[in-house]
């Protein structure tokens, strides 16, 4: 099992920056690939970005060049920087995590709202 925690969201305005942390326990030597997905009611879950073991990240396409992830593999935690944030933006941010084994972990997420 793996459990994930996210934190870091909260109310920001149009423009400005964010950093959401996801610390991961249990059995993180199973873990292959992290990422973040957004969620707004009633609409998809969107990928936001990914990262792997060995560094390889992946964007959305609307968050290209504005967001960064990273991983701290020694503190076993994923963050997100956010930067020029847009009030479409504003969802509830959730945490993954993939094992080799192809085995899905979702955190309960954060809410993140941008003002405009």
């Known amino acids: 099992q793996v459990q994930l925690v996210e934190s870091g969201g909260d109310l920001v305005q149009a423009g400005g920056s964010l950093r959401l942390s996801c610390a991961a326990s249990?059995?993180?030597?199973?873990?292959?690939?992290m990422g973040w997905y957004r969620q707004v009611p009633g609409k998809q879950r969107e990928l936001v970005a990914t990262i792997t073991r060995d560094g390889r990240t992946n964007y959305g396409d609307s968050v290209k060049g504005r967001f960064t992830i990273s991983r701290d593999i020694a503190k076993n935690t994923m963050y997100l920087q956010m930067n020029s944030l847009k009030p479409e933006e504003t969802a509830v941010y959730s945490c993954?995590?993939?094992?080799?084994?192809?085995?899905?972990?979702w955190g309960r997420g954060t809410q993140v709202t941008i003002s405009s």
């Open positions: 249990g059995s993180i030597w199973r873990i292959n690939i």
């Open positions: 993954n995590a993939r094992t080799y084994a192809g085995d899905y972990y």
